[in-house]
Nanobody
């Protein structure tokens, strides 16, 4: 079983920055395709940033392109989401997803709340 734990959320001022972390308790972390989603109240969960493969390039939602950066550290079994120039519209619960390249479904973390407000 894969355990996914997000952290790093909190209250951030507009224009500020925040880095989210997602730790995956799986030895074969390097073979997992990692991505970040978010869900605002009353909205559907949407893909924010994700790798195209376990070792591929990253894709970003148009709304965050140029502001967010996804990265991974295979030694620490951690994926990060660096969020810069935050806007109130970025307020949401952010979820990490880990999916093995051979699997149809991934594993979800419990989410971490990011609130952008002055």
């Amino acid at each position: 079983q894969v355990q996914v734990v997000e952290s790093g959320g909190g209250l951030v001022q507009p224009g500020g920055s925040q880095r989210l972390s997602c730790v995956v308790s799986r030895f074969a972390f390097a073979r997992y395709i990692m991505s970040w989603y978010r869900q605002a109240p009353g909205k559907e969960r949407e893909l924010v940033a994700g790798f195209t493969s376990a070792d591929g390039s990253a894709n970003y939602a148009d709304s965050v392109k140029g502001r967010f950066t996804i990265s991974r550290d295979n030694v620490k079994n951690t994926v990060y989401l660096q969020m810069n120039s935050l806007k109130p519209e970025d307020t949401a619960v952010y979820y990490c997803n880990a999916r093995a390249s051979w699997a149809a479904y991934g594993y979800w973390g419990q989410g971490t709340q990011v609130t952008v407000s002055s």
